[in-house]
């Protein structure tokens, strides 16, 4: 089993294998933040599928990739592209390997081979009231250096606006930099940030690391899902953002940046206040 694991954890995608009788026998650690940072494998082990993913078939997903909005026991919704394979041994099937990636992290990935100066507002093709209203108050806020928010469900391409927005800004020469708050663990996502010093922490690398706040100077930064932003981490991007410094974790100095921060969400934030 200890082996399974590491080879499942080893692989970029998602991956939960099941019983026959569609009991969690494995699952990876890319698959709980997925579905939800608070589970542990212990408590899903054992378990059967539908008890976590609801509304979950496989039957009509062997061998051919299929997208859906899975329902998740604890209320949430995610959309993914994913497929079953059985796993047979002497001609029997003993179990079936579900991998699947979220559309968000697709979209991700495409932008991320997308350059910046390609995303534009004429990009964004819709005739709808509402949608024309939003690019117009986009394209008046562009103009500003204001810290910006983006609400929306996910998949609606709020960080097309703020590749957007950034693009016609007066940072558009400078990076745009983006991070998804949900996709990186906890205890790395302060690292991610503000980056880290020689030796702060087992494993580190021995020159340090710089963080997305630095990388992104004298452009934007862009945190995606900012709702889910553990809570000790909240006063240090305040700080960040009032007195435009960060401090490396393990360092003294601070450290000047000139950014703009647009951030998104598909929370409530004023009903979770």
């Known amino acids: 089993m200890t082996e399974v694991n590491e080879i499942i954890n080893s692989i970029n995608k998602s991956i939960i294998i099941i ?10 650690i890319k698959a709980l933040n997925s579905l939800n940072m608070s589970l542990s494998k212990d408590h899903v082990i ?4 539908t008890d976590i993913i609801t509304n979950i078939n496989i039957n009509d997903t062997h061998n051919k990739e299929v997208v859906a909005t899975w329902h998740i026991n604890d209320g949430r919704e995610i959309k993914v592209l994913y497929k079953s394979n059985d796993i047979v041994l002497n001609q029997k099937r003993i179990s079936s390997l579900i991998s699947f990636d979220e559309i968000r992290d697709i979209i991700n990935i495409a932008m991320n081979y997308t ?11 819709g005739k ?45 020469d400078g990076p745009f930099m983006a991070i998804n708050c949900t996709c990186i663990p906890e205890n790395l996502l302060e690292s991610e940030l503000f980056g880290y010093e020689k030796g702060a922490f087992t494993g580190a690398n021995s020159h ?15 945190l995606d899902e900012i709702g889910d932003l553990p809570l000790h981490l909240q006063p240090k991007l305040l700080r960040a953002i009032q007195e435009k410094e ?15 921060i647009i951030s998104a969400t598909h929370r409530n934030l004023e009903e979770l206040v």
């Open 128 to 172: 709808s009231s509402k949608l024309l209203d939003v690019i117009k108050k986009a394209t008046i806020v562009a103009k500003s250096d204001s810290t910006i928010l983006l609400n929306g469900e996910s998949g609606t391409g709020k960080e097309l606006f703020a590749r957007a927005i950034h693009n016609s800004s007066p940072r558009k």
């Open 208 to 222: 340090g690391r710089i963080g997305k706040f630095e990388l992104a100077n004298n452009g934007t930064l862009f």
């Open 246 to 260: 960060i401090y490396r974790v393990g360092g003294n100095n601070p450290i000047k940046v000139n950014i703009r």
């Open 19 to 28: 019983s026959p009788d569609k009991k969690i026998s494995h699952i990876n």
């Open 46 to 49: 054992g378990k059967s599928v």
């Open 115 to 125: 350059t910046d100066d390609s995303v534009n507002f004429p990009n964004i093709i």
